[in-house]
């Protein structure tokens, strides 16, 4: 008796071997017929040693547990990859969340190129005054109070975006039913729903669906073919999250902000927008239009859940893509802005 | 041709056709049990297995981190002895608390249940010695929520069939037996999540999440649900407490090139509940 109880918990001891996380694998890219043009770290004067170092850390299964890919553009050339998670890496779409946003952003910026939206200082009630509640105060939110997250909407985090997704009537409704928590234009509260009333806002000047609208004035002209954008039960695709793109699209979209939105010499965005938007635009110092700001760099980005992002120095011409695996808490989400430091120090 | 992807075609719900097909062997089974059941006397009185365990657990879905935890089990069973054919019905509730080296707090859930149909005839080998042979039918489903890891998406691992069941005794002196027992499931239909799921939050209403976890079915066999699961104690007769036992199952299930992996193994105690 005595002997089978030793037995049994001598046996209680660990079984599952944590298998190596993340293969280290070359981060040297493979040239396809994708539209990025492939160089070497050399040719674009980045300092491969400190190069390596933000690889290794990318790879650390300790510091990193959950990195998928990560990229390192310089002068419009894709020059270092790496993908974790699968052979399937390079090719798969993954749901960039936030950083969703920044493309709404460009997409706004597209609009006013194509003439659809006049300028930003125009009222949603203007837009689609049958979402909007008979209050003065919104009747007032423009599409700049969107932008800069400054609606005075109230936004609860995770269990507001539940909600919106949940919601089964118009989801522009859900959203300007809300009760206000600031006067429109004088607080910055980081909100799911502002940009949601974006999408809005394009689907009704565009006259199709913001998809249909990225499709062809966007995703198209860049080379974009894969991507999943999901929507809200009233059909709208969210603004604020759950684009799904691969990394190389998603750094085609880097790329076109740091071109100041143009791609093969042609402006798709309003000139000027991207600069915009990519300067402190909102009473929050360290936001734009719907990108973040790194002004000790100089630098702009566009970020979601995960601790995912896309890094765009315009000084250095470099961009550097960060996913992630999308849906994890902050805990996990290891060093990832440790990596911007390494691979902007190695960029010389 | 610029297209967005097809998200039905990514549900990877299964076609009708293979439904049935997956079915069909599962429900020959049952009524082979059923049949079985018809033979064999009234059923002894209920007892109650508590047992508490060591859980690892790893969802290649998310990652190659592997969560460890405390697991709590308890399981009603009910013999049926027969002429030939010996019955025995098991019911399980079991929940587990895993976390990886990376989380501060458990905050994952592994709750999971099922229910088990077990026959066996008994072969004497001398007089101390017997060995048991025969099969089972079964359900389990197991239900993970991984909080820290993924904060929108229930995980699920569930399988409906069949397989065999071994069994060992030797009496020692008195009234005591040890004994050891094996189950291994040989085929049935096993249910994962689908790997692209386009949806950011789960709808957690009791409709949606019965449908997800009949959702995705495929065939189970072998290579792609290995679930053994191996029991050995020491067996008291005419005892309030019927046994203490040292319980070890492993679970290595194969979808869309994803791997999840469960490793269970702790001890139970066993009382008996009626007369």
């Known amino acids: 008796m005595k002997r089978l109880l030793i037995f049994a918990l001598a046996g209680l001891a660990s079984c599952i071997k944590q298998e190596d ?117 919104k009747k007032s939110i423009t599409i700049k109070h969107c932008l800069t997250m400054e609606t005075g909407l109230e936004f609860d985090g995770g269990a507001s975006s539940k909600a919106l997704v949940e919601t089964k009537g118009s989801s522009i409704s859900f959203i300007m039913d809300k009760p206000l928590v600031s006067a429109p234009g004088s607080k910055f509260l980081y909100s799911d729903y502002s940009p949601h009333l974006l999408s809005g806002v394009i689907a009704k000047e565009s006259g199709t669906s913001m998809e249909a609208f990225a499709s062809a004035n966007l995703f198209q002209p860049l080379g974009i073919d894969k991507w999943v954008w999901e929507k809200a039960k009233d059909g709208l695709q969210f603004g604020g999250f759950s684009l799904f793109l691969t990394p190389r699209n998603l750094a085609k979209l880097g790329q076109f902000a740091l071109n100041g939105g143009r791609w093969n010499n042609t402006q798709i965005c309003q000139a000027g927008w991207v600069a915009s938007a990519t300067q402190q635009q909102a009473s929050n110092p360290g936001y734009g239009y719907l990108f973040w700001l790194d002004p000790s760099k100089n630098s702009y980005l566009m970020e979601g859940n995960g601790g995912q992002y896309v890094f765009v120095c315009p000084a250095k011409q470099l961009i550097i893509v960060y996913t992630a695996f999308p849906y994890s808490s902050p805990e996990l989400w290891g060093q990832s802005k440790r990596l911007i430091d390494l691979v902007y120090e190695a960029a010389q | 041709m610029y297209y967005p992807v097809n998200q039905k075609r990514n549900k990877g719900i299964v076609r009708p056709a293979i439904r049935t097909r997956l079915l069909c062997p599962v429900i020959a089974v049952l009524c082979f049990f059923h049949t079985s059941l018809q033979a ?100 389990v489903f197991r239900n993970n929520y991984y909080k820290n890891l993924d904060q929108s998406r229930f995980y699920w691992t569930n399988f409906i069939g069949a397989g065999l069941s071994t069994g060992y005794d030797h009496q020692l002196s008195g009234d005591r037996t040890l004994y050891a027992s094996l189950d291994l499931p040989l085929l049935g239909a096993k249910s994962r999540p689908p790997r692209n799921r386009y949806y950011r939050i789960d709808d957690i209403s009791f409709g949606r999440l019965f449908k997800n976890n009949v959702s995705n079915l495929s065939l189970g066999a072998i290579d792609t649900y290995f679930n053994p699961s191996f029991t050995a104690g020491i067996r008291f007769a005419d005892k309030r407490i019927q046994a203490l036992s040292y319980f070890f199952e492993y679970c290595n299930v194969k979808d869309e090139g994803l791997i999840y992996r469960q490793v269970n193994h702790g001890l139970a105690l066993t009382i008996k509940l009626g007369k």
């Open chain 2, 40 to 139: 064999q006397e009234k059923g002894r009185p209920w007892s109650l297995q508590l047992g508490a365990s060591y859980v690892e657990v790893m969802e290649q879905q998310i990652s190659k981190l592997v969560g460890q935890g405390p697991s709590l089990h308890m399981t009603l069973t009910k013999s049926y002895p027969g002429e030939r054919w010996d019955g025995m019905l098991e019911l399980q509730l079991s929940a587990g608390l895993p976390k990886t080296d990376f989380e501060s707090g458990y905050r994952s859930v592994m709750p999971a249940l099922s229910g088990k149909y077990r026959i066996t005839q008994t072969r004497e080998l001398d007089e101390r010695n017997s060995f048991r042979f025969g099969g089972f039918a079964q359900a």
């Open chain 1, 21 to 137: 996380i993340k293969t280290p694998t070359e981060a040297t890219p493979v040239s396809r017929n994708d539209g990025w043009q492939v160089s070497t770290p050399a040719a674009e004067g980045i300092n491969q040693d400190k190069l390596k170092t933000a690889y290794a850390l990318f790879n650390s299964q300790t510091e990193m547990p959950l990195a998928n890919s990560l990229l390192v553009i310089r002068h419009g050339k894709l020059v270092a990859e790496s993908y974790n998670g699968g052979a399937d890496g390079i090719d798969r779409i993954e749901n960039v969340q936030s950083c969703t946003k920044s493309i709404t952003s460009l997409l706004i910026g597209i609009a006013l190129q194509k003439g659809l939206i006049s300028n930003i200082n125009t009222p949603l009630s203007t837009i689609y005054p049958e979402f909007v509640p008979d209050d003065n105060q």
